[in-house]
């Protein structure tokens, strides 16, 4: 389909950059996703792909670190890869200083001591997962387990019936890994979903997420009805799939490392550094946002005229695959 026959490369963009690389499929992604993206490294600092109407990647640390940080040039305006037409994804595509007040408002949700409230229940949740598995001896791990810790802790932090799992894991899924229609479908629906849960926890508010958000002021005034659903999103997709795939690859990487294995059954007490050396290395090391080069890019290629001021700018994109 995306033949380089068929590829409009830009005039601005030197053929040498131009990388046949599909970010939500890339070339052996099936195998081994992050060997997958490690072959970009082999290249230069900036690739551009041809692909969702073309934009560039950036490949090295150092350069993503910059463009995260420095929303003046670089916008996190829109994250996805075409950007999507509708809902906001709020405090995501926001730049500060409006980012900073819409992060501030969910931060309590996040705080240690909150999280550590909920360690018991997530650990006897987990618990009781293993023990039915276990007595199998086998089981398909993203489905029957990685995929279910996470939405059952959600809905428990938000107060939301349990048996809504299913569906809002067909929704988090079209959003994760559909087309655009599908990302913005899944968007419709949530909203839809969660709309009714607003009205009741605007008229008795717990100690949940969702009164925590429905409820949430700035500056004394109750926030816009848009800005609400995009922190919904935001907060709904965007804690299910990454921790899912953050458990998939852990437990692949252990499944096919048994030495990796039996030094942690060994050594019960690596568990929380060996967790954090995975998340780091696994999964921040490869996730992606769009930015949008802002004013007085002077960022390393950019600078030096290889980058297209008014295209996208994707670092490192593609959340994930299990
Ligand atoms: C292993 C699990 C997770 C990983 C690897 C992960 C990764 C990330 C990354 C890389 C970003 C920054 C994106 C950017 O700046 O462009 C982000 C933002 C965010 N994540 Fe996660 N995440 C995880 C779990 C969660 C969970 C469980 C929740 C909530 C239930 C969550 C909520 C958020 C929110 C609200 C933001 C936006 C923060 C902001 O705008 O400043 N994440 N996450």
Request: glycine share 6%; net charge negative; hydrophobic share 40%.
């Amino acid at each position: 389909m995306n033949h380089p026959k068929e590829w409009t490369v830009p005039d601005h963009v030197p053929p040498e950059l131009v990388a046949d690389f599909d970010y939500r499929n890339p070339p052996g992604a099936q195998d081994d996703v992050h060997l997958a993206w490690k072959m970009l490294h082999a290249g230069p600092d900036i690739v551009w792909s041809p692909y969702y109407g073309g934009h560039w990647i950036a490949t090295r640390g150092e350069d993503i670190e910059t463009m995260q940080k420095d929303s003046v040039r670089f916008s996190h305006r829109s994250v996805n890869i075409p950007p999507l037409s509708e809902m906001q994804v709020v405090s995501l595509e926001l730049d500060p200083p409006e980012h900073t007040s819409y992060r501030n408002l969910i931060t309590p949700a996040f705080l240690p001591q909150a999280i550590a409230s909920l360690e018991n229940d997530v650990r006897s949740l987990a618990v009781e997962r293993l023990e039915k598995l276990a007595s199998r001896g086998e089981c398909e791990f993203v489905s029957e387990f990685a995929k279910i810790l996470p939405i059952v802790i959600f809905l428990r932090l938000a107060d939301l019936p349990l048996s809504d799992r299913e569906q809002l894991l067909e929704w988090a899924e079209w959003a994760v890994r559909g087309n655009v229609d599908e990302r913005n479908e899944s968007q419709h629906r949530l909203i839809g979903y969660i709309s009714t849960w607003v009205e009741k926890r605007k008229a008795e508010a717990g100690g949940d997420l969702v009164s925590l958000i429905a409820n949430a002021q700035i500056e004394g005034k109750p926030i816009s009805p848009e800005r609400m659903f995009g922190m919904f999103i935001v907060v709904l997709f965007g804690g299910l799939d990454t921790v899912a795939s953050m458990m998939g690859f852990i437990a692949r990487f252990l499944a096919e490392n048994p030495a990796h294995r039996r030094q942690l059954i060994d050594k019960p007490e690596l568990m929380v550094s060996c967790v954090d050396v995975a998340d780091t290395a696994l999964w921040r090391g490869q996730y992606g946002a769009a930015h949008h080069p802002g004013h007085g890019i002077q960022g390393r290629s950019v600078q030096e005229g290889r980058a297209d001021p008014a295209a996208e700018l994707a670092v490192r994109p593609g959340r994930s695959q299990v």
